[in-house]
């Protein structure tokens, strides 16, 4: 029986999807280089149909921020292995329709270029499209990043690489910097290490946003696998690879994070650092270094590797990630730890509390913290009105905590929310862009009014941006760049923790301070984690259920108010319109909150939710903290289980 037969009997026996069957099919006819046809041909002579399944029943998708998805398969075949390198890269990244690699990078990189011509054809410009790529330190990402570059030029445009692994917020930075039409990152952030990824930002340095986004998608749609096939020979001769001045000019940007300079030299700050093997170390350590603060990088982890083999997940969200960090600062007695992800986009953090102990914050807090010195800083240097103005903003996720929007509301400065994704926050600072350069008119140069003059001319004209963040560790103090930024947030977040120190205060001293102005707000996060296929179904059930049977109470707490974003109209505080997005918000009889959303970068559903408790006095506040926690733990218990419930297809 040969290959075809193969997989037609394994449909008809219901082991391989009918999609699957398809995009295999088309595959293995569409002229795949001799090993991964070989590759195909094993793994359907071994009946890894499950696997099969996992890797064609769809085309990874295109989505409104780009690809990621696997590149490593569960079950492997030996072409695909072959020899491994040093790190433990193998041969080639694994085939398949649903994953990344070679033909699907390249497939998207002819779609980007499409759009981007088309584009400049709109505006009138002659321009041949340009692009940055960078890249992080996963399996195949060099490989990835120039051939996309080689594919960029044999379209006929502008390629432009970095000579080793740079962070996202760099690759922002730079598409702007070097006047680019179109920029990518290579990395899958902290995803584990078998996945990769493909991230697209547009002319402002920002990932793209509609109408752009819509559009890019439709053109690699459009692109059939067979257009592939001449670009998959990689040539870089055409390509420009950046030196060091590249770096220097995003580390004196990165470095105008830090608001007041003289607070971190002032008081020493002793702080171990890790980059989890990731990209941070080129930027994050310097940055800190040049600012006076005394850095220990974490030794285990301060190679660039793949495997990440020193954690079970990359992700400074997970307390386990940074074992090795609190350990060196226990022992050394530091005053803080920070590490950030693979690409470097996000920063965690622990620091001494009054005991002498070192305690893990949440984006949350570490959010709140800054939101609240920065807005407090502002007005000290005299940058905004002591008293507030609705001309300044701080921007956030609806995801992200309420206790930012009470600290916002404190300072008497506006609070944007926005959906789940930072280029929804750097789409707010474009349109503030836009409506300045309108009002001063032809010859004005946004990027080049120094920083404070913009500032003033922000709040005179459109609004001025104070800080942006969101929950899931992803902080960016201004608008000279379009992405969360992980170094400038070890910057901004090390200059809020030397003010502390300063003070004679523990930061978590700082934090209650907030709670005491504010009230008490805690936050926790379910993930549900479903893969393949059949996850894909479950998520889309839950979602789907949400909407068309909300919840009505969680045990004997009632829902008094089920928000549907994907179906009615919202508008943020500027009166904008809220694009639709599967993104429900739920409120709650005991004035508790959550938020539900699928993933939009790794399978799983994602449930936020968000407890809140008045705070009269210093004294009721350890039994708000009790009450809250308790009743969190209790919430999100019973709405796992019936998110779990809901994920199952109905009994028949």
Not at 161 to 190: E, M, W
Not at 254 to 259: D, E, F, H, I, N
Not at 543 to 561: E, I, M, N, Q
Request: charged share 20%; with cysteine.
């Amino acid at each position: 029986m040969n290959s075809t037969d193969k997989i037609s009997a394994a449909v008809k026996d219901g082991k391989l999807m009918a999609s699957a069957a398809d995009n295999l099919n088309a595959w293995l006819k569409g002229g795949l280089p001799a090993w991964a046809q070989s590759s195909l041909a094993e793994l359907i002579e071994r009946g890894e149909w499950s696997e099969l399944n996992d890797r064609f029943y769809r085309y990874l998708e295109f989505g409104t921020g780009g690809m990621r998805g696997r590149t490593i398969g569960r079950v492997a075949a030996k072409a695909e292995t072959g020899t491994l390198s040093a790190t433990g890269s193998p041969e080639h990244a694994n085939v398949g329709s649903n994953l990344l690699n070679e033909f699907t990078l390249t497939r998207a990189v002819i779609g980007l270029h499409r759009y981007i011509a088309k584009y400049l054809a709109t505006q009138q410009s002659s321009a041949k499209p340009k692009i940055v790529i960078a890249h992080d330190i996963r399996h195949f990402s060099r490989h990835f990043c120039e051939l996309a570059a080689s594919t960029w030029t044999k379209l006929g445009g502008e390629a432009v690489i970095f000579d080793g692994p740079r962070s996202t917020p760099q690759l922002s930075f730079s598409v702007r910097h070097l006047k680019a039409h179109t920029g990518v990152v290579i990395t899958a952030s902290h995803n584990p290490p078998h996945d990769n990824g493909f991230k697209a930002y547009f002319d402002d340095g920002a990932q793209v946003t509609p109408p752009h986004d819509k559009g890019i998608i439709a053109e690699v749609d459009a692109v059939p696998l067979s257009a592939v096939h001449g670009f998959l020979t990689k040539d870089v001769t055409k390509v420009v690879t950046l030196g060091s001045q590249a770096d220097a000019a995003y580390l004196a940007t990165a470095a105008q994070a830090l608001l007041d300079p003289t607070v971190i030299r002032k008081t020493p700050l002793k702080v171990v650092y890790t980059n989890i093997h990731g990209v941070g170390a080129v930027s994050a350590i310097p940055l800190l270094r040049q600012a006076g603060v005394d850095v220990t990088p974490v030794p285990e982890q301060l190679a660039f590797d793949p495997r990440f083999p020193t954690v079970k997940s990359p992700n400074p969200e997970n307390a386990e990630a940074m074992t090795l960090a609190l350990a060196l600062a226990n022992k050394g007695g530091h005053d803080l730890v920070m590490a950030t992800d693979p690409d470097d986009d996000r920063m965690g953090a622990a620091v001494r509390n009054k005991a002498g102990g070192l305690e893990l914050l949440t984006g949350n807090q570490v959010g709140a913290l800054m939101a609240d010195y920065r807005i407090a800083k502002y007005k000290e240097l005299g940058w905004i009105p002591a008293a507030g103005t609705q001309s300044a903003a701080i921007v956030k996720t609806f995801v992200t905590t309420p206790l930012q929007d009470a600290i916002g509301a404190g300072h008497k400065v506006k609070v944007i929310n926005t959906l789940t994704g930072f280029k929804w926050i750097a789409g707010k600072m474009r349109g503030y862009e836009e409506k300045l350069v309108q009002a001063m008119g032809p010859g004005f140069d946004y990027d080049q009014t120094p920083f404070k003059e913009r500032a003033a001319l922000l709040q005179k004209h459109s609004t001025f941006y104070l800080f942006g963040t969101e929950e899931s560790y992803g902080y960016l103090p201004n608008d000279l760049l379009r992405d969360k930024d992980g170094n400038a947030a070890c910057l901004m977040f090390a200059e809020v923790c030397a003010w502390v120190k300063s003070r004679g205060l523990t930061v978590p001293e700082y934090l209650d301070e907030i709670y005491l102005k504010y009230g008490f707000f805690l936050e926790g996060v379910i993930n549900i984690y479903y893969e393949g296929a059949s996850g894909a179904a479950k998520i889309k059930r839950i979602l789907d259920t949400y909407r068309s049977a909300p919840p009505k109470a969680f045990g004997d707490t009632k829902v008094t108010k089920f928000q549907d974003f994907g179906r009615e109209k919202f508008h943020d505080a500027d009166g904008e319109r809220i694009p639709a997005q599967d993104l429900y918000l739920v409120t709650l009889a005991n004035g508790y909150s959550f938020a539900a959303r699928g993933s939009g970068t790794e399978p799983k559903m994602k449930f936020y939710l968000f407890a809140q408790e008045p705070v009269k006095s210093a004294a009721d506040l350890p039994a708000a903290k009790a009450k809250a926690r308790a009743t969190l733990d209790a919430l999100k218990a019973m709405m796992e289980a019936d998110a779990r419930k809901r994920a199952e297809p109905p009994s028949p």
